[in-house]
């Protein structure tokens, strides 16, 4: 599980959606987080009441994110246990238009969906003991999987269940790893020919996913569109954060080095907010 306090991670994330009561929906009947408090634009969504992993934004006039633009590739929510996973499977099959993908990672097995926004989902349980070097993309074996479902059946996201990791769109893959190595201190743990990456700290198999599939050279998308809003990034303590401060430099102004929480942009645009972990 990638639960350890001692690690900096992606622990919520902000998505902006066309249509509140629409996303609203389907993220507590398919996804099953319930909402743990709502504004005007604004629903935060939690798996046990307290805790918000994902944020749904709806912005003024959303439009559609330009073609080849960088920003969410998906989010990861990661379940505490195996038997969670076929139990949303066998959830999911009622609900299969959302369904996008399914894979076996060898570190991770994996259900991929869309929400009504064609935001990306990935929904996984870790295996333990596989070392990260052994992280590829297989076919779930779904027969043997729903060999742990539970007489329970699915009932909503586990109390224990966290933002696992997130996957991002960037303009260059090698820009990106420099940046979150140098600036932010995620370790490479895995690449694809240039053209995807994956980071962590602490030796999890990765925090953040890094592609450029299809935003090669791509521009970050206006302020209104669908998408990512921003991913807020959890450090273990203030001295983290005041070492990540002064490797940003010049692009952390003395006004914003003030500010908590801190927010920033990395090269592809992408909005990061930095906080200490609670």
């Known amino acids: 599980m990638n ?3 001692d690690v900096t991670k992606v622990s919520r994330v902000v998505l902006k959606i066309s249509d509140l009561k629409r996303s609203i929906k389907f993220y507590k009947e398919v996804v099953g987080l319930e909402v743990r408090k709502k504004e005007k634009n604004l629903a935060y969504l939690s798996p046990d009441g307290i805790r918000d992993l994902v944020i749904l934004k709806q912005p003024d006039n959303p439009k559609p994110a330009p073609l080849g633009s960088t920003g969410l590739f998906h989010i990861a929510l990661l379940l505490p246990r195996r038997e969670n996973l076929a139990d949303l499977w066998l959830h999911l099959q009622q609900h299969g238009r959302w369904l996008s993908g399914a ?3 060898s570190v991770s097995e994996a259900v ?3 929400d009504p926004d064609g935001n990306g989902i990935e929904i996984y349980a870790d295996r333990e003991g596989v070392p990260v070097k052994k992280m590829g993309t297989e076919r ?12 329970t059946s699915w009932r909503g996201m586990p109390k224990e269940t966290v933002m696992g990791h997130i996957h991002l769109e960037v303009r260059d893959v090698s820009e990106a790893v420099e940046f979150y190595r140098d600036c932010l201190g995620f370790e490479l743990t895995a690449e694809m020919g240039g053209s ?3 980071m962590s700290t602490g030796g999890y198999h990765h925090h953040i996913g890094l592609n450029s599939w299809n935003s090669l050279g791509g521009d970050a998308p206006p302020e209104n569109a669908i998408g990512l809003d921003r991913a807020l990034i959890s450090v273990p303590a203030q ?12 692009i952390v102004s003395s006004k914003q080095e003030q500010q908590e929480p801190l927010v920033i942009k990395d090269p592809s645009g992408n909005t990061l907010q930095l906080e200490v972990e609670d």
């Open 3 to 5: 639960s350890n306090k």
């Open 103 to 105: 894979s076996d990672h």
């Open 112 to 114: 991929y969906l869309e």
């Open 140 to 151: 779930l074996q779904v027969e043997d999987l729903l060999q742990h479902a539970t007489e």
């Open 196 to 198: 995807a990456a994956f």
């Open 239 to 250: 001295e983290t954060l005041n070492t990540i401060k002064k490797r940003l430099g010049k």
